[in-house]
């Protein structure tokens, strides 16, 4: 038996540093692959990281170990979609002033959630907070409040402050590029599945961001939150 298949028959099993070490073997691939599709580095980040997340919640269930990194290109695919039709949301929610623009267009583009995204990141401090929070995190005001430690009327005063600037950077030319509705009605799906991205030109000098080690360990630990929610959950309906 091979190192890797070892450690897949080890994660199958529930044992997560077994999981972290197969990720290890793997990451800078699964990573180009996220940044493929998305064509952002931060973004791709935040793709590879809940591609681990899942992976460690669903590899019980891989049936074939050979397939291993197949297996996780997929879930990788599913997990930049995901996360994309999550951000079509997370726009609708921002506000009629943004929110029109996306509308009259015929809806969120991929182009414009990264923009937007990008723009969010260009937000000074607590500005970039308190959007993230509210608007990509669903928080209400008092938990803001609560998390930074400012008061609500505070907070609600840079809610406002931060939408204006936030729209200004977006009218500024430097984001919102948008898809017209013919072409977005031809999408089935915002990404086409990439079966080979080694195959693609330039895929091996994608650079790898130097935080990767650390995003295996937070998709990991989230992981773990996870697979406790669950627990609980099902510990919880036993018991009534």
Not at 37 to 46: I, Q, R, S
Not at 55 to 61: A, V
Not at 215 to 232: C, D, L, N, S
């Amino acid at each position: 038996m091979s190192s890797e298949a070892w450690l897949i028959r080890k994660a199958k099993k529930g044992d997560t540093k077994a999981y972290g070490e197969l990720i290890q073997l793997h990451k800078d691939y699964f990573y180009r692959n996220a940044f493929c599709y998305v064509k952002n580095v931060d973004l791709a980040g935040d793709v590879f990281q809940e591609a681990v997340t899942i992976g460690m919640l669903s590899i019980k269930d891989l049936k074939n170990p050979n397939y291993f990194r197949t297996w996780m290109t997929r879930i990788i695919y599913n997990c930049a979609n995901e996360m994309f039709r999550k951000a079509e949301k997370e726009i609708g929610s921002l506000d009629a002033e943004i929110r029109d623009r996306a509308e009259e267009n015929g809806g969120a583009s991929r182009e414009e959630i990264i923009d937007l995204h990008n723009a969010v990141e260009s937000l000074e401090e607590p500005y970039r907070t308190i959007i993230k929070q509210k608007y990509f995190e669903d928080k209400k005001i008092s938990e803001i409040a609560a998390y930074t430690g400012r008061a609500e009327g505070t907070v609600k005063s840079d809610l406002s402050r931060a939408k204006r600037k936030l729209k200004l950077i977006l009218e500024e030319g430097e984001g919102f590029v948008m898809m017209n509705r013919e072409k977005q009605k031809k999408e089935q799906k915002i990404f086409e599945y990439i079966e080979n991205p080694e195959q693609i030109e330039g895929f091996d000098k994608i650079p790898v961001p130097e935080d990767l080690d650390q995003r295996v360990r937070a998709g990991i630990e989230e992981g773990k939150k996870r697979r406790k929610k669950t627990a609980f959950r099902k510990t919880a309906k036993v018991g009534m």
